[in-house]
């Protein structure tokens, strides 16, 4: 059930420069809740504009989390809220991760794609090996992972995130691979993890976030899918990369 | 909704809110509120009209195809839809068992001929109330505005039309073009029922840092809220001349921007980007007139064209 309400904010805390991380109360037990699933959110202060899709990084105690970079208006207004206010929330939508129970994992996010491979990794239990890579920009933007990436080399290793996919699949003998990040990111993981199961989180404008508007199309197959319904997990061999 | 019915030519509204072609699923039906209720019960609409359909299925264009600027929404969709036989084989089905409000159904062709053999395939079906017929789309080359532009051509067009269905017809028309009275009188006089307006003006947003244009197509369908004042005007030139009904839409957000469409002609108004914006804008705007009628005693039809 696809709900649109405002969620009462319980905390907020700036993790690193440039995101914000917010914890919503959802009022009742969220259930049947997937990695890679996402609420449309809006600040208080952007009434009048369109929501913002942003994944679920956590959800106990009937709250969930979500960790924001700012990039805009949207995602900048995040950053004014303060805990008790309301933020606006139409969720959850889209279809999610597939289990990892018993799989030889690897997760691979990059930047702002942290969220839904974050919370795959505090799952881990359930798979046979999980190993989690971050990349980001700089040292700022690092976040709790297996190994990590930067850029600019401040910290982790210098690089990017994509660098050794190649050589750890076959070292680690991984037979599932779960990425999300930016699109050029992911193309390149598709590339490189042509032989492996693969599936990627997109990206997408979004309007209406629940299959209405056909705002969000991406070339899938032989036509257009939608990340908002029928995303924004996908097989990666699916998506047809060089019309992104 | 005593207060707010009206009517589109042959058609009966017991609400004069409906929602505009392309923006507006039965997904919204499926909505719910904190309380777990419907957030928007199908009796406050008047009418449901269907995103635009059209002979062949279309993919649509490249992404992105949105983009939300200062004042309203760019979009390129291009009509993406499953054609005329997907329509009639997988959606009219469930639009059947779902609606009990009319169906308005949308439709483009890219010949007067393939127009033709659509209205004729749809015409039997008992579950649909009307058809808008989509001149005025700006994302698609050959349907939608080539039709559009040029009186003649949209005289031509409604007229074979009109000889096919007993149906409500309804002709949306294009701000795109000079003279809005022209086509609106073309409509008019080749036997459309009522007349829809505005559909998306052309806009363009650019991002200054890189240069590239926001939308794969450069150029798309520009609307929203920045569009109200356009769309206003063009409702009053139409209504100006037209005595078949206007069903408006541009920029409708609340019941009062509703109600202005009314004052400048419209009979029934169309909400679209506001659903994006607010799920629950059609129910608030349906509400937000009946009350305000309500309490001044007054039917909205009363106040039809009735701009000072
Ligand atoms: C399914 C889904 C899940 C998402 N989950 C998250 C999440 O958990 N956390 C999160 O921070 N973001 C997430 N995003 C991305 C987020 O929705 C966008 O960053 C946000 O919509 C941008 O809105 P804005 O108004 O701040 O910026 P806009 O005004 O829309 O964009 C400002 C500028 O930033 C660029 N831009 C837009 N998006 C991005 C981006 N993702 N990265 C870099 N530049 C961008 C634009 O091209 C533009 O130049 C998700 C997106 C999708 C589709
Ligand atoms: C995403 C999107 C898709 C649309 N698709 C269609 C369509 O398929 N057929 C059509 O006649 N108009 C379409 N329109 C135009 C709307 O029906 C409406 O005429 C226009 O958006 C102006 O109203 P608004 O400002 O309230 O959105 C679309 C508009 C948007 C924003
Ligand atoms: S955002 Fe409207 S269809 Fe996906």
Not at chain 1, 231 to 244: D, H, Q, T
Not at chain 2, 217 to 228: L, N, T
């Amino acid at each position: 059930m696809i709900t649109r309400e405002l969620l009462k904010v319980v905390d907020v805390s700036i993790p690193a420069p440039q995101y914000v991380k917010l914890k919503l109360d959802a009022g009742k037990p969220m259930e049947n809740l997937l990695p890679g699933m996402f609420y449309e959110l809006r600040a208080p202060s952007q009434a009048g504009r369109l929501f913002k899709p942003i994944s679920i990084l956590d959800v106990e105690d009937g709250c969930l989390s979500f960790l924001i970079k700012v990039v805009g208006a949207g995602t900048q207004a995040f950053t004014q809220v303060k805990a008790g206010d309301g933020v606006e929330a139409l969720g959850p939508l889209g279809n999610g991760f597939p289990g990892i129970e018993g799989r030889r994992v690897l997760l691979v996010s990059g930047g702002a794609g942290y969220p839904p491979l974050a919370w795959l990794k505090r799952e881990s239990h359930q798979a046979e090996f999980c190993l989690h890579l971050h990349g980001c920009a700089s040292a700022d933007e690092v976040f709790p992972c297996d190994l990590i990436y930067t850029a600019d080399g401040s910290r982790g290793s210098k690089g990017l995130v994509t660098d050794s996919v190649e050589s750890l699949i076959i070292e680690h003998k991984i037979d599932l691979v779960l990425s999300c990040g930016p699109i050029p990111m992911l193309a390149k993981m598709a590339d490189i993890c042509k032989q492996v199961e693969h599936y990627v989180s997109m990206e997408a404008y979004m309007a209406c976030g629940i299959g209405v508007c056909h705002g969000c199309a991406i070339p899938v197959d032989q036509s257009y899918k939608l990340v908002c319904k029928d995303g924004p997990v996908f097989e990666a061999n699916r998506i047809r990369w060089s019309e992104l | 909704m005593r207060y707010i019915e009206s009517a589109l030519g042959r058609l009966k509204l017991a609400s004069c809110v409906t929602v505009a072609s392309g923006t507006f699923g039965l997904e919204y039906f499926r909505l719910r509120d904190a309380a777990g209720e419907p957030l928007l019960p199908q009796e406050s609409l008047g009418a449901y009209v269907s995103k635009t359909i059209t002979y062949e299925p279309k993919a649509g264009n490249p992404s992105p195809r949105l983009c939300e600027t200062e004042c309203g929404l760019l979009n390129s969709i291009g009509l993406q839809n499953p054609g005329l036989k997907g329509f009639l084989q997988n959606d009219l089905p469930v639009l059947k068992e779902t609606l009990h409000i009319p169906l308005i159904v949308s439709f483009s062709g890219s010949s007067t001929d393939e127009f033709c053999e659509m209205i004729t395939a749809m015409e039997p079906y008992q579950e649909i109330a009307g058809f808008e017929v989509n001149v005025s789309c700006p994302n698609v080359e050959k349907e939608g505005i080539a039709f559009g532009a040029d009186p003649e051509v949209i005289h031509k067009l409604v007229s074979r039309l009109a000889a096919i269905t007993d149906k409500e017809l309804i002709v949306k028309l294009s701000p795109n073009v000079t003279d809005i009275a022209q086509m609106a009188l073309a409509a008019q006089e080749a036997g459309a029922s009522s007349l829809a307006l505005i559909n998306t003006l052309w806009g363009m947003a650019i991002d200054w840092k890189t240069g590239k244009a926001m939308l794969s197509k450069k150029v798309g369908g520009y609307s929203g809220r920045g569009v109200k004042p356009v769309a206003l005007a063009l409702v009053y030139k139409a209504a100006q001349v037209a005595k078949i009904p206007i069903l408006a839409m541009g920029g409708i957000h609340t019941w009062q921007d509703a109600l202005e469409f009314i004052y400048a002609g419209a009979s029934a108004v169309a909400v679209g980007t506001a659903n994006f914006i607010d799920p629950g804008a059609p129910v608030k705007i349906a509400k937000g007139l009946h009350d305000y009628c309500k309490a001044n005693d007054i039917h909205i039809r009363d106040l039809i064209a009735k701009v000072k």
